[in-house]
Structure formats: structure tokens, C-alpha cells
């Protein structure tokens, strides 16, 4: 069984810094994609960030140039380091893993349970 598991959220101040990691579990899979999506209250969840196996990134015009995704492709965690937060920053992150699984022959989408970031101005 595949499992996402988020850590790193937490309530920082304007200007401060986040680092979420998100890490997969499970007997014989291979990441193909991680990223992580967000979501404010009474908003849609969306893209945050986004990097492929081979290390093509994408980001939201929102993040580019404080965000940065990385990964640990022999663990199967992905990171997001965060700075320059912004109070509208403030959603739940979500873990997103495209992930190839050897026993099943096929690849499934995961997400994790998302972590809460809180922003204060």
C-alpha cells in the first residue's frame, strides 16, 4: 500500500521561512512525478510546484523565485523549501505523487493528508 506523508507546516511571520517534505512509502514503486498543490479557505486547490523524475520543475507564477522544489528521488521525498512567505500564502499543502507501481503493473496518483501553513502579517 502507497503512502504520502507530510511534515514541515507550521505558523511563521511575514518575510519568514518553510521547509515541507513529503515523503512516499511503499514496497517497489518508482516516483515519476511529486509536487505539492494548496488550498485556502473558500478557494480551489492549486498548483504550487511541481518536479518530473528527470528533474524538470514548474511553479506558480504566485511562488516562482521564493519556492523551490527538490527531491530525493532514492527515498521518494520531495521538498518544498519556502521563503519570503506572504500572509496569502496561508492554505493547506498538499502532497501530489504520480507513482509507478511493480506489483500492479500501472501508475496511480496519491495525495497526502496536506499540512496546515499559517502566514501571520
Known amino acids: 500500500q502507497v503512502q504520502l506523508v507530510e511534515s514541515g507546516g507550521g505558523l511563521v511571520q511575514s518575510g519568514g521561512s518553510l521547509r515541507l517534505s513529503c515523503a512516499a512509502s511503499?514496497?517497489?514503486?518508482?516516483?515519476?512525478?511529486m509536487g505539492w498543490y494548496r488550498q485556502a479557505p473558500g478557494n480551489e486547490r492549486e498548483l504550487v510546484a511541481v518536479?518530473?523524475?528527470?528533474?524538470?520543475?514548474n511553479y506558480a507564477d504566485s511562488v516562482k523565485g521564493r519556492f523551490t522544489i527538490s527531491r530525493d528521488s532514492a527515498n521518494n521525498t520531495v521538498y518544498l523549501q519556502m521563503n519570503s512567505l506572504k500572509p496569502e500564502d496561508t492554505a493547506v499543502y498538499y502532497c501530489?505523487?504520480?507513482?509507478?507501481?511493480?506489483?500492479?503493473?500501472?501508475?496511480?496518483?496519491?495525495w497526502g493528508q496536506g499540512t496546515q501553513v499559517t502566514v501571520s502579517s
Open positions: 511503499g514496497s517497489d514503486i518508482s516516483t515519476i512525478a
Open positions: 518536479i518530473r523524475s528527470d528533474r524538470i520543475t
Open positions: 501530489q505523487a504520480v507513482i509507478w507501481v511493480l506489483a500492479r503493473q500501472a501508475t496511480f496518483l496519491y
